[in-house]
């Protein structure tokens, strides 16, 4: 590394951490201004408050604002380069334009690769910790009101419940039916089924089974029966932004779980999937878009610069939540999801690097 790398890299990394701490900081005042009442009926203790949830709050944003902020940073950095003549200075030793991407390509990478192993599995067990608190201290508790519940419990088993209550693990008109092909090999019914902790099974009330052999059809009832189901309580309980706690490992076996039962909420865990592993590409691309727009100097002043990164950057908040919003309602695959906007960007540095003076 020369010395002309380093000292871009440095102004590079040294702006990123401090925008983001800015606007991080700005985003927990907003945030305590808006629940301080919140905080204040919940009776959560201080040490609660910032432990729990202020401090894990910290890097949630940290993470969301990463792309944006590496591309206002690019773009802040440059635009001081080019207004002090500095770039110019750079491009008459001798130093190619290509070359100068060097360092701002340095920068995204470690800034990625720290961001990838965050968002795998360090942000996920803050965001557990900081979403408990939440659901504790400031939200209503939560009920499970879906009704007639379809599970594919394995290939050719499938359950039915009419309803389920969440607080007692009582489910209510279950039904377990088992095929072989299209045929219907048994079916087991029960007007009420509960969980029991010191078995870890499932007990059934009033039960009848019917199996249906090539001989005939047998048919049995009785009062109670404990079984083992490929079901638990966990899959009834508030899974509001569940994806946001899952470390990239347990995302994974967790989408691999809901295909074999061919759950229909699988969408929004394949786009949290795809999205992470796209993040450190999308923050390669706006630190490079970020110099290729500011290192022009401009008789407009870096304001006119910084003001273009901005809106540059609001432009792509706006292409990542349409097409999150498409994937999440069908519309769109998930991976097209999440490199649409890093594709588009991309298009867009490209026609930024041909048309920026050399």
Known sequence: MKKLDWYILQKLLKT?????????????????????????????????IFLDYFLNLIPYWANILSPLMAFIASVFVSA??????EIIAMLSSGVSYRRLTVPYLMAAIIIGALIFGAIGWVIPKANKERLEFE?????????????????????????YLESYNNHDEVGF??????????????????????WVDSSQKWRLKNYTL????????????????????????????????????????????????????????????????????????????????GFFTASRKSRRGTGFQIALGFVLAFVYIFFVMMSRSLAQAGGFHPLLSALLPTMIFSVVSIFLYKSTPK
């Not at 001081?80 to 003549?85: P, W």
Request: with cysteine; charged share 25%.
């Open 173 to 194: 008109k279950f039904t377990l039916e088992q095929f072989n092909g299209t045929k219907l090999r048994s079916k087991l019914a029960s007007p009420r089924i509960q």
């Open 210 to 289: 019917h199996n249906f052999l090539d001989t005939g059809e047998t048919y049995r009832e009785g009062r109670n029966l404990d079984t083992t189901l490929n079901l638990f309580p966990d899959d009834f309980e508030n899974r509001e932004r569940l994806y946001e706690t899952l470390t990239l490992t347990e995302l994974t076996h967790f989408i691999q779980d809901l295909q074999a039962r061919g759950s229909e909420s699988v969408q929004p865990y394949l786009v949290e999937r795809y999205e992470r592993y796209t993040y450190p590409f999308a923050i390669v691309i706006l630190t490079l878009m």
């Open 16 to 48: 990123f951490v401090f925008v983001v701490l800015i606007i991080v900081a700005v985003i927990c005042v907003i945030d305590w201004s808006e629940k301080n009442e919140d905080f204040i009926r919940s009776e959560a203790t201080a040490g609660q």
């Open 80 to 85: 001081r380069l080019a207004s002090h003549t």
């Open 135 to 159: 659901f504790a201290y400031l939200k209503n508790p939560y009920y499970f009101n879906d009704r007639n519940i379809h599970f594919k419990l394995a290939p050719e088993v499938f359950a």
